[in-house]
């Protein structure tokens, strides 16, 4: 069920629907459960008994989580019952125009990024999504002056009807989430719904470096407005002579971005196009581009010990995150990694580890990025047992200069319950040292 499960039934009640909970866990361990029904909604938990489609059921609404291979979901499709996610729902109740914004990567530094550039401009924004409040949960409250923000994941998308959102953004497309997709075209298949339901009325904001997103654009009906870090592009937006571009203006110059990390102009470009058709000022966007240094978790400064920089880049859970990270820095990193094991070997990383001078690593990969570490002729390599043990060991080993990394290639899941959850542990290791 978890929080969107449970915003998603509180609204149903309140719209009149007659609303039945199922959740896996136990009902004695399950305290969102109990609560709704004391509120007085039929609650099954324990299982996924078949027999509740027999209650004539008219819609599932399921947690993004939930593989579509469960038995029970895969009864419902046979008996034709629609399943969508709650990003449904809140499209449907929301009076406010939706923002979606999806890719691999990237996505909450956008997301936060547009948020802080419409405010700043006065369009009254609210965030939602995996980022923030539960969509639906935002959307019960919303006007028409406002608009809301919404981080969207392929999951989510994979469980729309008639969502439709006022500007759609791909970011870029990595392989990822193979575990629940199967295949990159499927993964790419699910994000490309952003668009599916967009009409002339709409813009579809599209990454012109990533052929692969430019492909899955192909069906939107959007008016197309496109992004590049490398080539002009005179109807869109694009880095000119040292400076940020839309549709022909100068907004700002590199150099006046704090921002740090190459990686981040395509965000910052995505977000900035939004801003702008979305009518904010030049000078809101460049006052946010002179302050906003990044989101927690997402290649996070957290502090200097002995002219030693740690940054926490716990929400990089795929290997294009972590390369991302890895071009970011100049000085010498030593690198923090590993997590749940998808199936995927890390090969690619290799290029990226030209200036990482050693690597610790635990969880499920770590025999894995032992052994690319080791193709990559690195030196300093160590299997430790937990985030904690890195940061202990990293620091021993560190010179004055190094950058240590906490980047770890991976989903938390092995370990921890949320990559959150690995990015806070990190940082109070990284004050213990004090």
Same mark, same amino acid.
Not at 192 to 197: L, R
């Given at each position: 069920?978890?929080?969107?499960?449970?915003?998603?039934?509180?609204?149903?009640? !309140?719209?009149?629907?007659?609303? %039945?909970?199922?959740?896996?866990?136990?009902?004695?361990?399950?305290?969102?459960? +109990?609560?709704?029904?004391?509120?007085?909604?039929?609650?099954?938990?324990?299982?996924?008994?078949?027999?509740?489609? /027999?209650?004539?059921?008219?819609?599932?609404?399921?947690?993004?989580?939930?593989?579509?291979?469960?038995?029970?979901?895969?009864?419902?499709?046979?008996?034709?019952?629609?399943?969508? #996610?709650?990003?449904?729902?809140?499209?449907?109740?929301?009076?406010?125009?939706?923002?979606?914004? +999806?890719?691999?990567?990237?996505?909450?530094? #956008?997301?936060?990024?547009?948020?802080? @550039?419409?405010?700043?401009? $006065?369009?009254?924004?609210?965030?939602?999504?995996?980022?923030?409040?539960?969509?639906?949960?935002?959307?019960?409250?919303?006007?028409?002056?406002?608009?809301?923000? #919404?981080?969207?994941?392929?999951?989510?998308? @994979?469980?729309?009807?008639?969502?439709?959102?006022?500007?759609?953004?791909?970011?870029?497309?990595?392989?990822?989430?193979?575990?629940?997709?199967?295949?990159?075209?499927?993964?790419?298949?699910?994000?490309?719904?952003?668009?599916?339901?967009?009409?002339?009325?709409?813009?579809?904001?599209?990454?012109?470096?990533?052929?692969?997103?430019? @492909?899955?654009?192909?069906?939107?009906?959007?008016?197309?407005?496109?992004?590049?870090?490398?080539?002009?592009?005179?109807?869109?937006?694009?880095?000119?002579?040292?400076?940020?571009?839309?549709?022909?203006?100068?907004? %700002?110059?590199?150099?006046?971005?704090?921002?740090?990390?190459?990686?981040?102009?395509?965000?910052?470009?995505?977000?900035?196009?939004?801003?702008?058709?979305?009518?904010?000022?030049?000078?809101?966007?460049?006052?946010?581009?002179?302050?906003?240094?990044?989101?927690?978790?997402?290649?996070?400064?957290?502090?200097?010990?002995?002219?030693?920089?740690?940054?926490?880049?716990?929400?990089?859970?795929? @290997?294009?995150?972590?390369?991302?990270?890895?071009?970011?820095?100049?000085?010498?990193?030593?690198?923090?990694?590993?997590?749940?094991?998808?199936?995927?070997?890390?090969?690619?990383?290799?290029?990226?580890?030209?200036?990482?001078?050693?690597?610790?690593?635990?969880?499920?990969?770590?025999?894995?990025?032992?052994?690319?570490?080791?193709?990559?002729?690195?030196?300093? %390599?160590?299997?430790?047992?937990?985030? $904690?043990?890195?940061?202990?060991?990293?620091?021993?080993?560190?010179? /004055?200069?190094?950058?240590?990394?906490?980047?770890?290639?991976?989903?938390?899941?092995?370990?921890?319950?949320?990559? $959150?959850?690995?990015?806070?542990?990190?940082?109070?290791?990284?004050? !213990?040292?004090?």
């Amino acid at each position: 069920m978890a929080k969107s499960g449970y915003a998603a039934a509180v609204l149903l009640k !309140k719209l009149g629907a007659n609303v %039945i909970v199922n959740d896996g866990k136990p009902l004695a361990e399950n305290p969102l459960a +109990t609560e709704l029904q004391s509120q007085g909604i039929e609650v099954v938990c324990g299982g996924h008994p078949l027999e509740l489609l /027999e209650k004539n059921i008219s819609v599932v609404v399921k947690n993004p989580g939930i593989p579509y291979s469960n038995p029970l979901l895969v009864a419902a499709k046979k008996k034709n019952i629609p399943i969508i #996610t709650e990003v449904e729902l809140a499209y449907r109740i929301s009076d406010a125009p939706l923002i979606g914004i +999806t890719g691999s990567n990237g996505k909450t530094t #956008t997301t936060t990024l547009t948020f802080e @550039m419409l405010k700043e401009g $006065e369009k009254h924004p609210v965030i939602a999504g995996n980022i923030g409040m539960v969509a639906c949960e935002v959307a019960q409250g919303v006007t028409e002056q406002e608009v809301v923000v #919404t981080e969207l994941s392929s999951f989510q998308l @994979m469980g729309i009807d008639t969502f439709q959102p006022k500007i759609a953004v791909l970011l870029n497309l990595f392989e990822a989430h193979l575990d629940y997709h199967g295949t990159k075209e499927e993964y790419g298949l699910a994000k490309a719904n952003i668009f599916k339901n967009q009409n002339e009325n709409d813009y579809s904001i599209i990454n012109a470096d990533d052929e692969e997103v430019i @492909m899955l654009s192909e069906q939107s009906k959007g008016q197309k407005v496109y992004f590049s870090t490398t080539k002009v592009i005179e109807d869109g937006a694009c880095v000119k002579d040292g400076a940020l571009y839309f549709k022909g203006e100068k907004v %700002i110059d590199v150099q006046d971005i704090v921002l740090p990390g190459k990686h981040n102009l395509e965000n910052i470009l995505a977000a900035m196009s939004i801003a702008k058709l979305m009518g904010a000022a030049n000078e809101a966007i460049i006052a946010v581009l002179k302050r906003f240094t990044g989101v927690k978790h997402r290649l996070e400064y957290v502090t200097t010990i002995q002219n030693r920089k740690f940054y926490n880049d716990s929400k990089a859970t795929n @290997m294009l995150a972590t390369e991302k990270a890895l071009s970011a820095f100049t000085k010498p990193v030593i690198l923090l990694a590993g997590g749940l094991d998808r199936g995927n070997e890390f090969d690619e990383l290799i290029p990226y580890f030209e200036n990482v001078k050693a690597l610790f690593t635990f969880g499920q990969t770590a025999p894995k990025l032992v052994e690319v570490a080791e193709k990559a002729g690195m030196k300093g %390599i160590k299997c430790v047992d937990n985030v $904690e043990q890195a940061v202990q060991e990293a620091f021993a080993l560190s010179e /004055e200069g190094d950058i240590i990394l906490l980047s770890p290639a991976c989903a938390s899941w092995d370990q921890f319950k949320t990559f $959150e959850e690995r990015g806070d542990m990190f940082i109070q290791a990284v004050h !213990k040292l004090v």
